[in-house]
């Protein structure tokens, strides 16, 4: 008895849920914090994208001797599959 009720219940909360499309991550993230964060490799993010011709997945500045951008983008592959590629540019270039 109990598991037909059970049933019921998540039949009719299924139902009663909204069927449009949910949000993204991107739409509750803060906009001004990812600004913030790209800052000066701005330049590096674009040559990386140009170069690449990925999707930006994520950008990091970073200090070894020089100040440098860590770039990391999603490339989809003929095959279909996507490939993470990490791009080191200066951001002075």
Same mark, same amino acid.
């Given at each position: 008895m109990t598991s037909y009720l059970a049933t019921a219940l998540m039949a009719a909360g299924l139902m009663a849920s909204p069927t449009g499309p949910l !949000? @993204? +991550?991107g739409?509750?993230?803060r906009?001004? +914090?990812? /600004?913030q964060a790209r800052g000066a490799c701005d330049h590096a993010v =674009?040559? +990386?994208l140009a170069?690449?011709?990925g999707e930006l997945l994520s950008? =990091? !500045?970073a200090r070894n001797g020089r100040p440098i951008c860590k770039v990391t983008v999603l490339v989809v592959k003929p095959n279909g599959r996507p490939k993470k590629i990490k791009v080191r540019v200066p /951001? @002075?270039?």
């Open positions: !949000p @993204d +991550a739409f509750y993230a906009k001004s +914090a990812l /600004m =674009e040559q +990386a170069l690449t011709g950008v =990091e !500045p /951001m @002075d270039f």
